[in-house]
């Protein structure tokens, strides 16, 4: 059976419905600095945020966020947030607000190998990784492969298969 | 790391056959020697054979293979390598390094 990945939620309602930017944009930060204080995310990084809202007569406002490399603080989220509230606005009041963090990475600390290759791995790694978070599928990378580089048949030498590590 | 090419994915879906033969237009003489290809819709002349070579393998299975390689030089200074399926009569392009 598929697990299904870990995610954190925090929400909060509006006294009023509001359409002010600055406001969403505030409680937006306000929930996130909530969520990276749990102990379930203290220390780690997320790959992406799912927003939603609810508005006033209209259908629940939801954005997925995919950050260009994961982020551990909520001011580093922010700017991913202003962009998607002011590239998809909601279209009307907004009642309430949800945030929810997914993409929760495996490591505490961003601590990078003394060896160099080692490193390069772990870099492009991580960049794979983070591009099939932007893209919602696995990337079309692959890597070149020699299957039977002797081979006197050009085409049964080398493939491309998915990056793999070791 | 390489971009997808699109190519024909095999059994495995996740692998992709690199340099497979591409299927080439060519004009012959009277006695079947190859004189010009065309290449993106042009016709070029071939202005040399600079070698040709016999592969024949898998006799001992049923996807036989048997091709005559040309390494072969264009009027236009562009150099390509053709091959000629012994078995189905077809012309292919394939790089073979």
Redesign the interface.
Known sequence: ARQREPVCSASMTFPTATVAHETILRALQALAAQLFTRPELRGRFVRYALLSASIVRRPTWQRRVAFKEPVGNPARALPAFKNALALHPPAGPVEDLTVTLGGITGETARQGSLLVEVRRQDQ?REALRQLEVVMGKRP?????KDVQPWS????E???????SFP | MVADSGGAEGPDASIVPLNLPQPIDVDTDADGRLIAVWVRGRRRPVAAVRAVWRVDDRWWRDTRLSRLYLSVLLDDGLLLTVFTDLLSGGWYRQSYD
């Open positions: 492009l079309p990378i692959y890597q070149v006197r048949i050009p085409e030498r080398r493939v491309l298969t998915p990056p």
